[in-house]
Every structure is written in structure tokens, then in C-alpha cells.
């Protein structure tokens, strides 16, 4: 079998050829769509489908119905869906998801992986009786390369599960739309949350097929334990290498610009937004608004008041309150950064540093104090770090604060404290350049 899955990997990725942008380079090939590869894989097998609204195929059909189609053909049962943040069909909001119900369109049970059940039980780790009609799982759903971005931890959390009950996987491997794009500091451990598990730099360059590949092959199952990492390498708990099967895609290189021809999640809604959000992003741990609640999600900031940006203001759905986002029913004045050259995005804490100056100059205080930290919706229009501990879970590090307040002290500018910070983190980065190449599908 061991020797099976590298013959897959090597049929898929040695077709690899350079290309331009997706829409215009017929021959990339997604995962999906090498059925003359998997179909034989999953002869007599008992399959699961871990999907949402992203699983598409290059002519829009969705996996389900794809894989339906495919079942007499190639001798297998789709018999289970699973669905993660944001739901099946991609409409709930950050933090939300389906609950377990039967698709009305194929007449299959879904299975939420996300949320706690009417008993309080996190639903991350599918059960053993989730299971027991299952085999084997695909995992198909489109990452942006983020490590805060959900799906990988998703995608952790069932391989822990198909581990445990004796389940194989195999992953329908996508575009990263982040490119070759790896930035920021590898998170740390006591930062470890429900949006980042990894030993990983913030943006890390990997496909899902690749990712999954590292948590496997660097042995980071660790037995349900979302606490810490002292389950790393212990062999009862790992995945055994010949039961994950990727299906790399043709035509593919790291460097390839890739239109994503759905959402991945409903506030990711252009290819300038995910580009942006990796940067953007961070302000979900300030009191300015990253564009949730207006038309242009993580293509614009703003915070009520003209001191800052006279002439460029939006408006805050009043709605946003309830997920707990700032200045919901403001208008709100900042950045418009809807007419950004794509080419030229990358990410950057450089947002995240220019808006610490300006509170900073303008007088504001910067960090709200922990006792107030839980209520910080209270205080959005007082303080500009409203939420320290999640920007220390979205950057992975606990010391940006104490980094920020260092080049305040030394009088650093905006570029001179950007380029200060990054120096902190890049031997650390260079070291997991390395790791990467080791799973590494694509040039």
C-alpha cells in the first residue's frame, strides 16, 4: 500500500508544468477530477465525504453528486457527509456551523464537525459510531493557506478519529490560493486554540494534501489532546503512512495564481479578500473593523471617528454585534483597499503596525487591560487591542505586544518596526522552510 500511495503521488505530481492564471491554463487538474486514480482506490469501500460548498470540480459539479455518479462505476458507497465551519453549503457565519441532519439533496446523513451537540460535546472528533459506516474518508475542501483559517484543524481532528477506529483517508487535493506565500511566526504552544494547532508559521505555504502529509509524516496527532503538544511522536497515536492517500493535482506549480471559482467561506468573497486576510485578519483583535458587516469583507478597515481617514467610510451592519465583531451599526472611516493591485498583496503585519501608530499618536490607550478583556465590546472605542489573547492565537505568539511597545521605545517608524518585528521570527521560519520541502508535492 505504501508503495501504492507513492505511485499516486508521483502520477499526479510529476505532470507538473509551469502556469499562469487558472482561468486561462486548461490542463491544472484538481484532485477531484482524477477519477482514472482514485475510482480503483475505492473499490468495495464504505465512503465518507468531508465537503462543503468549495467541492467543486472544474465544471462546477459538486463531489457529492460527482462521487454518487461514480459509484456503480467504481464498486464503492458514499454513505456519510461531514460538515465543518461555516456549514455544507457554506452560509453560517465565523464560529457557527450545521447541525446533524439529513442533505436534502442526496438523501445522506450529515455529520457536523464543528460546534458542541445538544449535550455539550464537541463535535471536532467524529465518534466511533459516526464512523461505523464508514471506511474511508475524503477530504475535499478549498484552504487559503492561513493558519488560522479553520479547515485544517478540521482536518487534524478526523485523522485523529480515523486513527483511533481504524479508518483510512484520502485527500482531493487543491490550489493554495496564498501561492508559495510563508509568513509569520510559528505559533507557540501555549497559544495552541480552536484556530491553530500546529508548529506552523501563520501563512504556511502548504496544499491540504500537502498539510496533511506534515501532520502525518511529523507525527502531531496526539490523541484528541487540543491542550498541548506532549503527544507528538508517540507511534500508538499516529496515522500509519500507507492509510493516507493524496490525489495531487496536474499542472500545478506553488507559484501558479489561482482564482478560487467559489467562496471558501462567506466573508472570503474575492480573490483580493484572501489575499488580504492574513493581514487583515489580525484586526479581528482590535476595535477597528476588518470589514465585516459592510459589502467588502477584509478589503477595507475603519473606526468611527474622521481622525484618522476623512473621506473613505463605510457602514457596519448592525448584525455583526451579535458574533462579537467591532463597531457594529457605525459608520466607520479607514482603508479602502478595494482597488489594490492583487499582484502586489502579500501578507504583512505592516495594517496591523501603521494602525498602532495612529492610536499611539492620537492618544488612545493600546492594550485593554485582562480584567476588562472579556467585555471588550464595552470598551471598542477606548482601547485599540481589544482582544490581545486571540491576536496572540491568530499571530502564534505572545510577545507582539511587548515587540510593538520595544519599537515604540527605540522611536522605530512604521517600515523600521515592521522590519524589526520580522527579524524576530525568520530564523524560526527558515527552519520550517526546510521542513516544507519535505512534503512538498508541487515546484
Same mark, same amino acid.
Given at each position: 500500500?505504501?508503495?501504492?500511495?507513492?505511485?499516486?503521488?508521483?502520477?499526479?505530481?510529476?505532470?507538473?508544468?509551469?502556469?499562469?492564471?487558472?482561468?486561462?491554463?486548461?490542463?491544472?487538474?484538481?484532485?477531484?477530477?482524477?477519477?482514472?486514480?482514485?475510482?480503483?482506490?475505492?473499490?468495495?469501500?464504505?465512503?465518507?465525504?468531508?465537503?462543503?460548498?468549495?467541492?467543486?470540480?472544474?465544471?462546477?459539479?459538486?463531489?457529492?453528486?460527482?462521487?454518487?455518479?461514480?459509484?456503480?462505476?467504481?464498486?464503492?458507497? $458514499?454513505?456519510? +457527509?461531514? *460538515?465543518? =465551519?461555516?456549514?455544507?453549503?457554506?452560509?453560517?457565519?465565523?464560529? !457557527?456551523?450545521?447541525? &446533524?441532519?439529513?442533505?436534502?439533496?442526496?438523501?445522506?446523513?450529515?455529520?457536523?464537525?464543528?460546534?458542541?451537540?445538544?449535550?455539550?460535546?464537541?463535535?471536532?472528533?467524529?465518534?466511533?459510531?459516526?464512523?461505523?459506516?464508514?471506511?474511508?474518508?475524503?477530504?475535499?475542501?478549498?484552504?487559503?493557506?492561513?493558519?488560522?483559517?479553520?479547515?485544517?484543524?478540521?482536518?487534524?481532528?478526523?485523522?485523529?478519529?480515523?486513527?483511533?477506529?481504524?479508518?483510512?483517508?484520502?485527500?482531493?487535493?487543491?490550489?493554495?490560493?496564498?501561492?508559495?506565500?510563508?509568513?509569520?511566526?510559528?505559533?507557540?504552544?501555549?497559544?495552541?486554540?480552536?484556530?491553530?494547532?500546529?508548529?506552523?508559521?501563520? $501563512?504556511?505555504? +502548504?496544499? *491540504?494534501? =500537502?498539510?496533511?502529509?506534515?501532520?502525518?509524516?511529523?507525527?502531531? !496527532?496526539?490523541?484528541? &489532546?487540543?491542550?498541548?503538544?506532549?503527544?507528538?511522536?508517540?507511534?500508538?497515536?499516529?496515522?500509519?503512512?500507507?492509510?493516507?492517500?493524496?490525489?495531487?493535482?496536474?499542472?500545478?506549480?506553488?507559484?501558479?495564481?489561482?482564482?478560487?471559482?467559489?467562496?471558501?467561506?462567506?466573508?472570503?468573497?474575492?480573490?483580493?479578500?484572501?489575499?488580504?486576510?492574513?493581514?487583515?485578519?489580525?484586526?479581528?483583535?482590535?476595535?477597528?473593523?476588518?470589514?465585516?458587516?459592510?459589502?467588502?469583507?477584509?478589503?477595507?478597515?475603519?473606526?468611527?471617528?474622521?481622525?484618522?481617514?476623512?473621506?473613505?467610510?463605510?457602514?457596519?451592519?448592525?448584525?455583526?454585534?451579535?458574533?462579537?465583531?467591532?463597531?457594529?451599526?457605525?459608520?466607520?472611516?479607514? =482603508?479602502?483597499?478595494?482597488?489594490?493591485?492583487?499582484?502586489?498583496?502579500?501578507?504583512?503585519?505592516?495594517?496591523?503596525?501603521?494602525?498602532?501608530?495612529?492610536?499611539?499618536?492620537?492618544?488612545?490607550?493600546?492594550?485593554?487591560?485582562?480584567?476588562?478583556?472579556?467585555?471588550?465590546?464595552?470598551?471598542?472605542?477606548?482601547?485599540?487591542?481589544?482582544?490581545?489573547?486571540?491576536?496572540?492565537?491568530?499571530?502564534?505568539?505572545?510577545?507582539?505586544?511587548?515587540?510593538?511597545?520595544?519599537?515604540?521605545?527605540?522611536?522605530?517608524?512604521?517600515?523600521?518596526?515592521?522590519?524589526?518585528?520580522?527579524?524576530?521570527?525568520?530564523?524560526?521560519?527558515?527552519?520550517?522552510?526546510?521542513?516544507?520541502?519535505?512534503?512538498?508535492?508541487?515546484?
Amino acid at each position: 500500500m505504501r508503495h501504492l500511495l507513492l505511485t499516486v503521488l508521483f502520477l499526479c505530481s510529476s505532470l507538473a508544468i509551469s502556469a499562469g492564471y487558472a482561468s486561462a491554463v486548461p490542463g491544472i487538474v484538481l484532485g477531484v477530477d482524477q477519477e482514472q486514480i482514485y475510482g480503483p482506490l475505492l473499490k468495495n469501500q464504505r465512503v465518507g465525504l468531508m465537503v462543503n460548498q468549495s467541492s467543486i470540480n472544474k465544471q462546477g459539479r459538486h463531489t457529492i453528486d460527482k462521487l454518487l455518479a461514480e459509484q456503480d462505476k467504481y464498486q464503492f458507497t $458514499v454513505t456519510t +457527509l461531514f *460538515s465543518v =465551519e461555516h456549514g455544507i453549503r457554506g452560509n453560517a457565519d465565523a464560529g !457557527l456551523g450545521d447541525d &446533524n441532519h439529513i442533505d436534502k439533496h442526496s438523501g445522506l446523513p450529515i455529520v457536523s464537525l464543528y460546534g458542541r451537540d445538544e449535550d455539550g460535546r464537541s463535535r471536532a472528533h467524529p465518534t466511533e459510531a459516526q464512523l461505523a459506516n464508514v471506511d474511508i474518508v475524503i477530504y475535499d475542501l478549498q484552504d487559503v493557506g492561513v493558519r488560522f483559517f479553520t479547515y485544517t484543524i478540521s482536518l487534524h481532528h478526523m485523522l485523529e478519529s480515523l486513527q483511533k477506529y481504524h479508518k483510512k483517508m484520502m485527500v482531493f487535493d487543491r490550489p493554495n490560493p496564498l501561492g508559495s506565500h510563508v509568513y509569520g511566526p510559528i505559533l507557540e504552544e501555549a497559544n495552541i486554540s480552536g484556530i491553530g494547532m500546529h508548529p506552523i508559521p501563520m $501563512v504556511h505555504g +502548504l496544499t *491540504s494534501g =500537502e498539510f496533511a502529509r506534515m501532520i502525518t509524516g511529523e507525527g502531531w !496527532l496526539t490523541n484528541f &489532546n487540543d491542550t498541548n503538544w506532549q503527544g507528538f511522536g508517540i507511534k500508538e497515536y499516529q496515522f500509519p503512512a500507507e492509510d493516507l492517500m493524496v490525489i495531487s493535482m496536474a499542472n500545478y506549480r506553488h507559484d501558479t495564481p489561482y482564482s478560487l471559482p467559489v467562496r471558501p467561506s462567506p466573508n472570503l468573497r474575492s480573490d483580493l479578500a484572501i489575499q488580504l486576510y492574513p493581514s487583515l485578519g489580525l484586526f479581528e483583535a482590535t476595535s477597528v473593523n476588518m470589514g465585516r458587516g459592510s459589502d467588502h469583507p477584509f478589503e477595507q478597515l475603519g473606526f468611527p471617528t474622521r481622525q484618522f481617514y476623512v473621506n473613505t467610510c463605510y457602514q457596519v451592519d448592525i448584525n455583526q454585534q451579535k458574533t462579537g465583531w467591532p463597531q457594529a451599526g457605525k459608520e466607520v472611516c479607514g =482603508e479602502i483597499l478595494t482597488a489594490t493591485d492583487i499582484s502586489q498583496v502579500k501578507p504583512t503585519i505592516r495594517y496591523l503596525v501603521d494602525w498602532w501608530f495612529k492610536f499611539k499618536t492620537a492618544g488612545y490607550e493600546m492594550v485593554i487591560p485582562a480584567a476588562k478583556e472579556a467585555q471588550y465590546l464595552d470598551y471598542q472605542e477606548e482601547f485599540f487591542l481589544i482582544r490581545p489573547q486571540w491576536l496572540a492565537k491568530l499571530t502564534g505568539t505572545s510577545k507582539l505586544v511587548t515587540l510593538l511597545n520595544d519599537a515604540s521605545e527605540r522611536k522605530l517608524s512604521v517600515d523600521e518596526t515592521v522590519q524589526f518585528i520580522e527579524a524576530q521570527w525568520q530564523p524560526e521560519v527558515d527552519s520550517y522552510m526546510q521542513l516544507r520541502e519535505k512534503y512538498k508535492l508541487y515546484p
